[in-house]
């Protein structure tokens, strides 16, 4: 069975802080997509790497894949309330296609 | 991005009754799309893939005679809970897989109420 551990799972920061959220995993990937939800709503897609050690950036975000494609990180440079919400790594497998799910990092960016 | 439509958003219903909830891709064909159900502070759980003329497959756990899952074109999938109960009361979420770019774009999941 192919998991995939997100950490941490809850965070709360001040204002203007650094964080880094992992997913590591034993498995090999296909490709892995970070999502941030908010309460009531689905998940919305902030991006997807498919190539080992691929980095992307998303404004104050930046994603990276591991050489290995076995685990990721989502690291947000000086947080702000507006980053408040679930964050949820998906590993695609490589077999299937369906998307495994970590445990969800619940960020609380206080002003 | 792409997006993915699911009606209706929040539905309440009596013990017993059943309920349909339809998940549709609006600008790309989805031959896969998939059923999630979320407790409050807890991620997606895979219920079952819904695959484009063709069966769904069922996570383990999940009852196919309880939920029906119907993919009728390549841009509607349907799951319908027959003979609710309160214990089916969740948030139910669909997504879609865009083949071309190996992603999966989710709906914006529909609230269900079982009194």
């Known amino acids: 069975t192919q998991l995939l551990e997100q950490s941490p799972q809850f965070l709360s920061i001040q204002e203007g802080e650094n964080l880094t959220v992992y997913c590591n995993s034993s498995?090999?990937?296909?490709?892995l997509q970070w999502y941030r939800q908010e309460p009531g709503e689905g998940p919305v897609l902030l991006v997807t790497?498919?190539?080992?050690?691929e980095v992307k950036k998303l404004k104050r975000l930046t994603f990276q894949f591991g050489d290995a494609r076995k685990d990721s990180s989502l690291h947000i440079t000086a947080a702000q309330p507006g980053d408040t919400g679930l964050y949820l790594c998906?590993?695609?497998?490589?077999?299937?296609?369906?998307?495994?799910f970590g445990q969800g990092t619940t960020l609380q960016v206080k002003p | 991005g792409a997006v993915v439509s699911q009606h209706p958003s929040w539905v309440i219903c009596k013990s017993g009754t059943s309920v349909k909830i339809e998940c549709r891709s609006l600008?790309?064909?989805?031959?896969?799309m998939f059923w999630y159900r979320q407790f409050p502070k807890q991620s997606l759980m895979l219920m079952a893939t819904?695959?484009?003329?063709?069966?769904?497959?069922?996570e383990q756990g999940v009852e196919k005679d309880k939920f029906l899952i119907n993919h009728a074109s390549l841009t509607l999938s349907t799951l319908t809970v027959t003979s609710a109960h309160p214990e089916d009361s969740s948030f139910y979420i669909c997504?879609?897989?865009?083949?071309?770019?190996?992603?999966?774009?989710f709906g914006p999941g529909t609230r269900l109420l079982v009194l």
């Open positions: 997504s879609a897989r865009d083949g071309r770019v190996k992603t999966q774009y």
């Open positions: 498995s090999v990937f296909s490709s």
């Open positions: 790497v498919v190539t080992g050690g």
């Open positions: 998906a590993g695609a497998s490589v077999d299937t296609g369906k998307l495994i």
């Open positions: 600008d790309f064909q989805a031959t896969t």
């Open positions: 819904s695959n484009e003329g063709s069966k769904a497959t069922y």
